[in-house]
């Protein structure tokens, strides 16, 4: 008999269901079996779970035809569960590994109607917090089973469903069932408990509780919040269903304690809604108010309870401002102190650049110019990538928008002829920061620049991740050297629109970058590119390069490691040279971070050896190559547009996934054959394993995955989304 069934309810947590799906199935324990329910969610968690379905028989997907809401969604997946026990897990948290193996060996000997375990709250900062299991059992109870009645204080630990397994068959028995709508843990977890005979506490931290910074209805302003006190009446009714009348006083004051919570959220009840808010809490007061009385909180809390008790209203916000400006000038007073000894700077540059912000400053209070765009791309390097493909697109559909680049002085030399630009750090730029409408770029502006109201900032990203990107490089210290993860998110909150080029990429920028932006799943505008030249574009490209007809054209392009500086994969470009042959010409392209470090545009001796690093377009390199030679550099998901071949060359795979930290097991996925060592590189060509069938089946999946959305006309929709609010088809998503 399968063990344990989990229940993973999915609803617009595509960023995460992978981790916590393989946080399951990677567990030692194999008797147990996932069951998926697809909520009718709007983004891909209901192809996550078709995908996992597939690969895996211990997983079932069921899809939903309409949303019902958390609790009726798990209801559909109890229905289907067949384990010994139930264990609901929502799809954007996850389990600590190994510990199934204790629950296991728990449940075995003990066999309880109900298992609590122990969870810490993982936080965006990737700080942990602990729950209150060690002040409800200072001492472990043990592998012993307990009433409620026996110890009450079990009420005291957090009523969620996902930090308890549940014996399937006393649900059946005692017929409860998640009630719909909101705060549905409540009327399903309390009732559980008095229900229960037997009761087991295991204090290992196995649940991941992830503190979502955007999304969750935890941090959701409005009024269904006021559903809680529904739900409060069910577990009342349970109170009396059951006869629990010795336990009344307990539940009473833990229903008080969740109402102030709540209460005292301002991420979930509005200031307009509190005063009533306050007088719900006021009457639920009275209402189940045990008649014998009960225990009052010592401190700030109890007198809560008094405030409730007499309907003060005005005494109680009073309380709970004096106590938010007490927490305030303790914050205050400690980011003075952190202020008191300043990094040292040079004088001059400091002076001149505060007068410059300063007169930023200034300019923000002068109108929006509703006609200026303002693009950038890799820091101020010149014309590329996706914001280019935009400009484009722009000029062609906008020509009432005047376009203008940011660029850095000593790359006004790439810019293409006929670019409006503004060299960056100059008065000019600076004003054109303060008052353009639009603002369009495939990394952030700095710090300096507001998000002004009326004015609209894209984010293009410039790469579909291999490698952790955002909040998540905070578990990856070697790769993050130096981040502000506070402000990076600062800036992630200016991004109106982020334009990603397939779901995968929508789903990793949405655990990376969380906050309240739209989504543009479109594809990647500087793709157009690669879609929509002719054969006689090619011809011409290939001919600059010195590609003449049947000459083998390889591109040699790998990714850049920030955490091993200097670091670069072996390669003998001459070795491999020879195992191409007489007809082979190699293209060598460095990661664009090396611009400073390069002597510039060379060849080298050999004539079919040449180093294209700063060849301002990447795309018609990609379009003159017939192999790309690459790492985990996103490149390969803009080469595979083209349907040709791609090898990957990951020498360093094992050092790199563990170091930097991956999202995807690109060696296991790759479009094409893998090398892990230069000897296998030089094989891979001299078999010609590039054009073999196995080769192009396996490019076929990549693209199927991850170039759907590559038409021709990505740039095109951009435009008409961000610049005259035209609606988009569905593959758009709105929110993260």
């Known amino acids: 008999?399968?063990?344990?069934?989990?229940?993973?309810?999915?609803?617009?947590?595509?960023?995460?269901?992978?981790?916590?799906?393989?946080?399951?199935?990677?567990?030692?324990?194999?008797?147990?079996?996932?069951?998926?329910?697809?909520?009718?969610?709007?983004?891909?968690?209901?192809?996550?779970?078709?995908?996992?379905?597939?690969?895996?028989?211990?997983?079932?997907?069921?899809?939903?035809?309409?949303?019902?809401?958390?609790?009726?969604?798990?209801?559909?997946?109890?229905?289907?569960?067949?384990?010994?026990?139930?264990?609901?897990?929502?799809?954007?948290?996850?389990?600590?590994?190994?510990?199934?193996?204790?629950?296991?060996?728990?449940?075995?000997?003990?066999?309880?109607?109900?298992?609590?375990?122990?969870?810490?709250?993982?936080?965006?900062?990737?700080?942990?917090?602990?729950?209150?299991?060690d002040e409800v059992f200072p001492v472990p109870p043990g592998p012993v089973t307990f009433r409620l009645v026996d110890r009450p204080e079990t009420l005291e630990l957090l009523h969620t469903a996902w930090n308890r397994l549940i014996r399937r068959q006393f649900l059946v028995d005692t017929g409860l069932r998640f009630a719909p709508g909101w705060y549905e843990d409540v009327s399903f977890s309390y009732p559980l408990l008095l229900a229960a005979d037997r009761i087991g506490v295991l204090d290992v931290v196995c649940v991941h509780y992830r503190q979502r910074r955007a999304g969750a209805i935890t941090r959701t302003r409005g009024e269904r919040h006021f559903e809680v006190f529904e739900q409060w009446h069910r577990v009342f009714q349970e109170v009396d269903r059951l006869g629990a009348e010795q336990l009344r006083s307990a539940v009473f004051a833990r229903m008080m304690w969740h109402y102030l919570t709540v209460l005292g959220n301002d991420d979930r009840i509005a200031p307009e809604l509190r005063p009533t808010f306050f007088a719900r809490v006021a009457i639920e007061h009275a209402r189940f108010r045990p008649p014998g009385g009960h225990r009052i909180p010592a401190g700030v809390e109890g007198l809560k309870h008094r405030l409730v008790a007499a309907g003060r209203w005005r005494t109680f916000s009073a309380l709970r401002t004096s106590s938010q400006v007490g927490q305030a000038a303790r914050r205050s007073a400690v980011r003075v102190r952190r202020r008191m000894v300043p990094p040292a700077r040079l004088a001059a540059r400091a002076a001149r650049d505060l007068t410059l912000r300063g007169y930023q400053r200034a300019e923000r209070r002068r109108p929006l110019d509703e006609h200026l765009a303002l693009y950038a791309a890799y820091w101020y390097r010149g014309y590329a990538c996706n914001p280019a493909a935009i400009y484009e697109a722009a000029r062609r559909l906008a020509p009432q928008i005047r376009g203008v680049w940011i660029v850095r002085r000593d790359r006004v030399h790439t810019l293409p002829e006929g670019v409006e630009y503004v060299v960056a750090g100059t008065v000019a730029y600076h004003r054109m920061l303060a008052r353009a409408r639009w603002l369009v770029n495939n990394v952030n502006f700095p710090d300096s620049v507001d998000h002004r109201p009326g004015s609209v900032h894209v984010q293009t990203h410039h790469g579909t991740p291999v490698k952790v990107m955002g909040l998540d490089q905070q578990r990856y210290p070697l790769g993050a050297t130096g981040m502000d993860f506070a402000g990076l998110l600062r800036r992630v909150d200016r991004w109106d629109f982020s334009v990603t080029a397939n779901s995968f990429s929508t789903q990793m920028w949405e655990r990376a970058y969380p906050a309240a932006y739209t989504t543009l799943e479109v594809g990647y505008p500087r793709n157009d590119r690669l879609v929509n030249a002719t054969a006689e574009e090619v011809l011409r490209l290939r001919a600059e390069l010195g590609a003449g007809l049947g000459e083998q054209v390889v591109l040699y392009a790998p990714t850049h490691r920030e955490h091993l500086p200097g670091y670069r994969p072996p390669f003998d470009p001459t070795r491999l040279l020879d195992a191409l042959g007489p007809t082979g010409l190699l293209l060598m392209r460095s990661h664009y971070f090396h611009d400073r470090d390069r002597p510039g545009r060379s060849s080298t001796d050999r004539a079919r050896i040449v180093d294209v690093s700063d060849h301002p377009r990447v795309e018609d390199l990609y379009l003159a190559a017939d192999v790309l030679v690459t790492d985990y550099s996103s490149a390969m998901f803009d080469y595979a547009v083209l349907d040709r071949p791609i090898v990957l060359y990951a020498p360093d795979w094992d050092a790199y996934r563990l170091t930097r930290g991956v999202y995807l097991d690109i060696v296991a996925q790759a479009p094409g054959p893998v090398a892990r060592t230069f000897a296998e590189l030089l094989d891979v060509f001299r078999d010609g394993e590039p054009y073999s069938s196995a080769a192009d089946r396996a490019r076929a999946r990549f693209r199927a995955r991850f170039c759907a959305l590559e038409d021709g006309h990505a740039a095109e929709r951009v435009v008409r989304q961000v610049f005259f609010g035209e609606p988009l088809p569905r593959t758009s998503i709105e929110g993260t």
């Open 1 to 133: 008999m399968t063990l344990i069934s989990f229940v993973v309810p999915a609803f617009r947590v595509q960023g995460y269901l992978r981790e916590c799906l393989d946080s399951i199935l990677g567990q030692p324990v194999t008797d147990i079996e996932v069951i998926g329910v697809d909520d009718c969610s709007p983004d891909a968690g209901g192809d996550i779970l078709a995908e996992y379905a597939a690969r895996d028989d211990r997983v079932r997907a069921v899809r939903l035809d309409h949303n019902v809401g958390l609790g009726p969604a798990r209801n559909a997946g109890l229905d289907q569960a067949v384990g010994e026990y139930v264990w609901f897990v929502d799809g954007d948290d996850w389990l600590a590994p190994d510990c199934l193996a204790e629950v296991a060996a728990r449940l075995h000997p003990t066999r309880p109607d109900v298992l609590l375990v122990d969870h810490v709250r993982a936080h965006w900062d990737d700080t942990v917090t602990r729950s209150a299991m």
